[in-house]
């Protein structure tokens, strides 16, 4: 029985050693994936930070991008009330140059008929002015 008990002591040894044998290569396996894995994140890092830097300065460009689009667009704003002011006075003067017309047409019509009496009244008096002057040339001529 002790012989039962020693062969169990030893195969108890065997099987501790075969099994400190496998947890040191599963550590050493898992510390050289565990060293691959910090050089590949220390790589990772690096690429973070430049693109870190990237984006910021792509973000300060696009703030002074927005600015400038925002200034601009303000003087376009003045530009187009200027324009349209300008559009407001040609309007205002063609409703004034409408309005002047009519009433242009409608007291020409109106004094159409006193304009009218008028030529006729001025052809009568120049009629009688040209008799007079005839009249007139008539007694020179007969007194000469």
Known sequence: MEIILYLSVALIAIAFTVLVVFISRTLKSLQHTLTNVAHTLDGLEKQLDG?????????????????????????????????????????NVSHSVKTVSGRIAREGERQSETVTQVLQWSNAVLDVWEKWKRKNRKIEETSN
Request: overall charge negative.
């Open 51 to 91: 693109v870190t830097k990237e984006t910021t300065e792509l973000l300060h460009k696009t703030n002074r991008l927005a600015e400038d689009v925002q200034q601009k667009s303000e003087s376009l704003n003045s530009v187009f009330n200027g324009v349209k002011d300008i559009g407001d006075s040609i309007s």
